[in-house]
C-alpha cells in the first residue's frame, strides 16, 4: 500500500514553519552515544533527507519494538523544530503515528540531502553575545568560607532578556553547547539544605526541570540558593540560560536520564514566562500495586493510590544518623483491589492530610521487602495529592463506588512495632528504655499537670532546621546553625506534662505537633495568643488537664551532669474518645487475657 508523502516538509520545519500532520518515511536509525538511550533517525519526504531528526526519549521503545525499521511510513502528530550552536537544525519527534511498517513497502521517490542553509531560513533577532565562561562563577558559588547573612531576598527582575528564538531542548543540552536557553517547567522544588565540614560550610537547594524532550536536575548554591529559591515555584514554566553543565550524579538523579545536570551561578538568567500548555507536567510511570510484589526490591519506582488509611506521626531514633526522625505510614489501594504500606519521612511526613481519603502519587518512591513488601519517600521523591491527571479520576471514583466497601489485600505485613500498650508500673518493673537502648510502649493515660512555662520557643524558619534563633533585637532573628539571619521566625511546642494511669505517673516531653494534638492548638498560634491574651492562652491547658489519652512513647536511659534518668518522649497521642469503640476492644481483650469474663452490658467508657 502506498502513501503520499507529503513533499517538502523537512525544509518547512526546519526552517521554523509549521506542518500539520506529515506524511514522513524512515530511512535508517541511529543510536546516539551516550549513558542515556536515545536515536537520531534519518527520515524522507519524498523530496529532502535529514539525518538531524531526534526521536523523543518516550518513543524509545518503538525502536525496541521494530516499529521504525527502515521504509516504515509514519504521520507526524507533534515536533519541535531548533537550532543547535546556532547554525545546526534538528527536528525532535514527539509522537508519531505508524502508517505503513517498513516491511510492507519500499523507498518511496528518489530524495536528496538536504544541506543546512540551502533554504534561507526567516529573518531573525540578532544573536545574542556570547556568555561569558561559567566556570569561575561555578567555582565562587561553591567555594569554601563564611557565609553571609541571607536576607529575605527579592525576586529576580523579569529583564527580557531571553526569548522563545534559541530555545534548546532539554535532551540536547551537553556541554559543547552555548548560546542556550531551555523553556521548561519546575516540576518539583526541595528544601533548602545546608552543610558543614571541614572544608567550609554552605547550603543549597535543586529543583528539576521538564520539557517536551525530557527532563533534567539543576543544583543553586550559596547566593544563587539565595537570589532563586523563594523566585521558582513547582508547576510554573521559565526561561533559564548560562547556567553551567557537568556530567549527572546518578546518586542525586533520582529517576532522571539525563547524561548532565545544571548548577547556578552568577551569569545565569531565570525568567518566568507565559505557561505553555505544550509542556507537560510531571511525568509518571505508574506501577500498578498488585506488580510490586514480583519486582526486584532495589529499585524505584512510580506508584499512585487512594490513601486509605494514614498513620500518626511518629518519632523514631535513627542509628546511622544519630538523630531523631519523624515518619508517617500511609496504606495506598488501586482499582487492583491490593494495598501497599507507603511509609513518608520528615517535612513530607509532617505536612501530610489525610482528609477525604486523597489520591497520592509518588514520583521515585524505593522499593523493599521490608515487611514483606513496602514503599518509602526518599531525598529525590516527589509527592502530589490529587495531581490532575486521568488516573486520579479513575482512582477517585473507582474508590468512592466500590473500593471503600471492599476488603483489600495487603502485600505489607504488620509494621514492625506494635502498639505495645503497658501500665507504666510494668514498664518500670520490665525497665524498658533502662538499658541504654530506647524502648517503646503505649499507655492509656491522663493528664495530671501541664508547663506552661517555657513551652513554646522561636525556631528558624529554613526549611527542616528547628533551632532556635537569636532575637538580634533589631527586628531580625538568627540561626547559628544555618548560619543566617531571617524578618521572622516560627513557633514550635516543646511541653513537659505529667500523666497517670491507676499504676503511676511519669513526667512525659512532647513536641510540635504531639503537642499541638494534646492541646488542639497549632504552635504559631498558642504563641501569638500568648502575648496577645494571657488568660486564653492558659485556658488553654486547662482545658487539656484530666483529659485521656492514648500515647505512645519512647523511653531511654540518659545521663546529665553525671545524673542518669529516664527521658520518655510521647511520638504520639489521640484522645481515647476518639476511638471509644478501639478502646473498649482492647479492654476486653486484656480482661479474657487475664481470665476474666467481659460483661459487655457493663462495658461503658465516659
Same mark, same amino acid.
Given at each position: 500500500?502506498?502513501?503520499?508523502?507529503?513533499?517538502?516538509?523537512?525544509?518547512?520545519?526546519?526552517?521554523?514553519?509549521?506542518?500539520?500532520?506529515?506524511?514522513?518515511?524512515?530511512?535508517?536509525?541511529?543510536?546516539?552515544?551516550?549513558?542515556?538511550?536515545?536515536?537520531?533517525?534519518?527520515?524522507?519526504?519524498?523530496?529532502?533527507?535529514?539525518?538531524?531528526?531526534?526521536?523523543?526519549?518516550?518513543?524509545?521503545?518503538?525502536?525496541?519494538?521494530?516499529?521504525?525499521?527502515?521504509?516504515?511510513?509514519?504521520?507526524?502528530?507533534?515536533?519541535?523544530?531548533?537550532?543547535?550552536?546556532?547554525?545546526?537544525?534538528?527536528?525532535?519527534?514527539?509522537?508519531?503515528?505508524?502508517?505503513?511498517?517498513?516491511?510492507?513497502?519500499?523507498?518511496?521517490?528518489?530524495?536528496? =540531502?538536504? %544541506? @543546512?542553509?540551502?533554504?534561507? +531560513? *526567516?529573518? !531573525? /533577532?540578532?544573536?545574542?553575545?556570547? &556568555?561569558?565562561?561559567?566556570? #569561575?562563577?561555578?567555582?565562587?558559588?561553591?567555594?569554601?568560607? =563564611?557565609? %553571609? @547573612?541571607?536576607?529575605?531576598? +527579592? *525576586?529576580? !527582575? /523579569?529583564?527580557?532578556?531571553?526569548? &522563545?528564538?534559541?530555545?534548546? #531542548?532539554?535532551?540536547?543540552?551537553?556541554?559543547?553547547?552555548?548560546?542556550?536557553?531551555?523553556?521548561?517547567?519546575?516540576?518539583?522544588?526541595?528544601?533548602?539544605?545546608?552543610?558543614?565540614?571541614?572544608?567550609?560550610?554552605?547550603?543549597?537547594?535543586?529543583?528539576?526541570?521538564?520539557?517536551?524532550?525530557?527532563?533534567?536536575?539543576?543544583?543553586?548554591?550559596?547566593?544563587?540558593?539565595?537570589?532563586?529559591?523563594?523566585?521558582?515555584?513547582?508547576?510554573?514554566?521559565?526561561?533559564?540560560?548560562?547556567?553551567?553543565?557537568?556530567?549527572?550524579?546518578?546518586?542525586?538523579?533520582?529517576?532522571?536520564?539525563?547524561?548532565?545536570?545544571?548548577?547556578?551561578?552568577?551569569?545565569?538568567?531565570?525568567?518566568?514566562?507565559?505557561?505553555?500548555?505544550?509542556?507537560?507536567?510531571?511525568?509518571?510511570?505508574?506501577?500498578?500495586?498488585?506488580?510490586?510484589?514480583?519486582?526486584?526490591?532495589?529499585?524505584?519506582?512510580?506508584?499512585?493510590?487512594?490513601?486509605?488509611?494514614?498513620?500518626?506521626?511518629?518519632?523514631?531514633?535513627?542509628?546511622?544518623?544519630?538523630?531523631?526522625?519523624?515518619?508517617?505510614?500511609?496504606?495506598?489501594?488501586?482499582?487492583?483491589?491490593?494495598?501497599?504500606?507507603?511509609?513518608?519521612?520528615?517535612?513530607?511526613?509532617?505536612?501530610?492530610?489525610?482528609?477525604?481519603?486523597?489520591?497520592?502519587?509518588?514520583?521515585?518512591?524505593?522499593?523493599?521487602?521490608?515487611?514483606?513488601?513496602?514503599?518509602?519517600?526518599?531525598?529525590?521523591?516527589?509527592?502530589?495529592?490529587?495531581?490532575?491527571?486521568?488516573?486520579?479520576?479513575?482512582?477517585?471514583?473507582?474508590?468512592?463506588?466500590?473500593?471503600?466497601?471492599?476488603?483489600?489485600?495487603?502485600?505489607?505485613?504488620?509494621?514492625?512495632?506494635?502498639?505495645?500498650?503497658?501500665?507504666?508500673?510494668?514498664?518500670?518493673?520490665?525497665?524498658?528504655?533502662?538499658?541504654?537502648?530506647?524502648?517503646?510502649?503505649?499507655?492509656?493515660?491522663?493528664?495530671?499537670?501541664?508547663?506552661?512555662?517555657?513551652?513554646?520557643?522561636?525556631?528558624?524558619?529554613?526549611?527542616?532546621?528547628?533551632?532556635?534563633?537569636?532575637?538580634?533585637?533589631?527586628?531580625?532573628?538568627?540561626?547559628?546553625?544555618?548560619?543566617?539571619?531571617?524578618?521572622?521566625?516560627?513557633?514550635?511546642?516543646?511541653?513537659?506534662?505529667?500523666?497517670?494511669?491507676?499504676?503511676?505517673?511519669?513526667?512525659?516531653?512532647?513536641?510540635?505537633?504531639?503537642?499541638?494534638?494534646?492541646?488542639?492548638?497549632?504552635?504559631?498560634?498558642?504563641?501569638?495568643?500568648?502575648?496577645?491574651?494571657?488568660?486564653?492562652?492558659?485556658?488553654?491547658?486547662?482545658?487539656?488537664?484530666?483529659?485521656?489519652?492514648?500515647?505512645?512513647?519512647?523511653?531511654?536511659?540518659?545521663?546529665?551532669?553525671?545524673?542518669?534518668?529516664?527521658?520518655?518522649?510521647?511520638?504520639?497521642?489521640?484522645?481515647?474518645?476518639?476511638?471509644?469503640?478501639?478502646?473498649?476492644?482492647?479492654?476486653?481483650?486484656?480482661?479474657?487475657?487475664?481470665?476474666?469474663?467481659?460483661?459487655?452490658?457493663?462495658?461503658?467508657?465516659?
Amino acid at each position: 500500500m502506498d502513501h503520499q508523502l507529503t513533499t517538502g516538509a523537512i525544509v518547512k520545519m526546519l526552517n521554523g514553519e509549521k506542518v500539520d500532520n506529515a506524511v514522513l518515511q524512515v530511512i535508517s536509525h541511529k543510536r546516539v552515544v551516550g549513558d542515556t538511550e536515545r536515536y537520531r533517525l534519518l527520515i524522507s519526504d519524498g523530496q529532502h533527507m535529514n539525518s538531524f531528526a531526534m526521536l523523543g526519549t518516550q518513543l524509545v521503545y518503538m525502536i525496541h519494538e521494530n516499529q521504525l525499521a527502515p521504509n516504515t511510513v509514519f504521520r507526524l502528530n507533534r515536533y519541535v523544530s531548533n537550532t543547535v550552536n546556532g547554525t545546526k537544525k534538528i527536528i525532535i519527534l514527539l509522537d508519531i503515528t505508524v502508517l505503513v511498517p517498513g516491511a510492507q513497502t519500499g523507498k518511496i521517490g528518489n530524495p536528496q =540531502a538536504y %544541506a @543546512a542553509g540551502s533554504t534561507p +531560513a *526567516p529573518a !531573525a /533577532a540578532a544573536p545574542a553575545p556570547a &556568555a561569558p565562561a561559567p566556570a #569561575p562563577a561555578f567555582k565562587n558559588s561553591t567555594s569554601n568560607g =563564611a557565609m %553571609a @547573612a541571607r536576607p529575605v531576598a +527579592a *525576586p529576580p !527582575a /523579569a529583564t527580557g532578556q531571553l526569548s &522563545a528564538q534559541n530555545v534548546m #531542548p532539554i535532551a540536547h543540552l551537553t556541554p559543547y553547547a552555548n548560546k542556550w536557553t531551555i523553556k521548561a517547567r519546575v516540576t518539583s522544588k526541595s528544601d533548602i539544605r545546608t552543610w558543614s565540614n571541614a572544608r567550609g560550610e554552605g547550603k543549597l537547594f535543586s529543583f528539576e526541570l521538564l520539557d517536551e524532550s525530557g527532563e533534567i536536575r539543576c543544583t543553586a548554591f550559596k547566593e544563587q540558593c539565595d537570589k532563586f529559591y523563594d523566585f521558582l515555584e513547582p508547576n510554573k514554566v521559565y526561561y533559564l540560560s548560562q547556567a553551567f553543565l557537568k556530567p549527572a550524579n546518578k546518586q542525586f538523579c533520582g529517576t532522571i536520564q539525563h547524561d548532565f545536570e545544571l548548577t547556578l551561578n552568577h551569569n545565569s538568567i531565570i525568567e518566568p514566562c507565559m505557561d505553555d500548555s505544550s509542556i507537560p507536567g510531571m511525568q509518571f510511570n505508574f506501577v500498578p500495586i498488585s506488580d510490586l510484589q514480583t519486582m526486584e526490591k532495589t529499585g524505584l519506582v512510580d506508584v499512585i493510590g487512594v490513601c486509605k488509611e494514614a498513620g500518626d506521626l511518629d518519632r523514631i531514633m535513627s542509628r546511622k544518623l544519630s538523630k531523631e526522625l519523624t515518619k508517617r505510614d500511609l496504606k495506598l489501594v488501586d482499582q487492583s483491589n491490593t494495598e501497599v504500606t507507603l511509609t513518608l519521612w520528615g517535612s513530607q511526613a509532617e505536612s501530610f492530610d489525610a482528609a477525604g481519603n486523597p489520591v497520592v502519587a509518588i514520583k521515585g518512591a524505593r522499593l523493599s521487602d521490608f515487611n514483606g513488601c513496602s514503599l518509602s519517600s526518599g531525598g529525590n521523591s516527589k509527592l502530589q495529592l490529587n495531581p490532575d491527571i486521568d488516573q486520579t479520576y479513575k482512582l477517585k471514583g473507582w474508590y468512592e463506588n466500590e473500593g471503600v466497601n471492599m476488603e483489600s489485600k495487603s502485600i505489607s505485613t504488620r509494621a514492625a512495632r506494635p502498639d505495645n500498650f503497658k501500665t507504666f508500673a510494668q514498664a518500670k518493673h520490665e525497665n524498658i528504655g533502662g538499658t541504654g537502648e530506647p524502648g517503646y510502649y503505649s499507655v492509656c493515660a491522663t493528664i495530671l499537670q501541664l508547663r506552661s512555662e517555657n513551652c513554646l520557643y522561636q525556631s528558624c524558619p529554613n526549611g527542616d532546621c528547628k533551632k532556635k534563633v537569636i532575637d538580634q533585637q533589631n527586628g531580625t532573628f538568627r540561626c547559628e546553625k544555618c548560619n543566617e539571619q531571617f524578618s521572622e521566625f516560627r513557633w514550635r511546642a516543646l511541653m513537659q506534662m505529667n500523666v497517670a494511669d491507676m499504676t503511676d505517673n511519669q513526667w512525659v516531653t512532647a513536641f510540635q505537633e504531639t503537642a499541638e494534638a494534646v492541646l488542639g492548638i497549632s504552635a504559631d498560634e498558642l504563641g501569638r495568643m500568648r502575648d496577645s491574651d494571657p488568660e486564653r492562652f492558659q485556658a488553654v491547658f486547662n482545658r487539656a488537664t484530666f483529659k485521656q489519652f492514648n500515647m505512645k512513647l519512647r523511653a531511654k536511659m540518659e545521663s546529665y551532669n553525671d545524673e542518669s534518668r529516664m527521658r520518655v518522649v510521647v511520638s504520639a497521642a489521640a484522645p481515647v474518645s476518639a476511638d471509644l469503640e478501639a478502646h473498649k476492644r482492647r479492654l476486653r481483650e486484656e480482661i479474657i487475657a487475664m481470665g476474666g469474663q467481659p460483661n459487655e452490658e457493663k462495658m461503658v467508657v465516659d
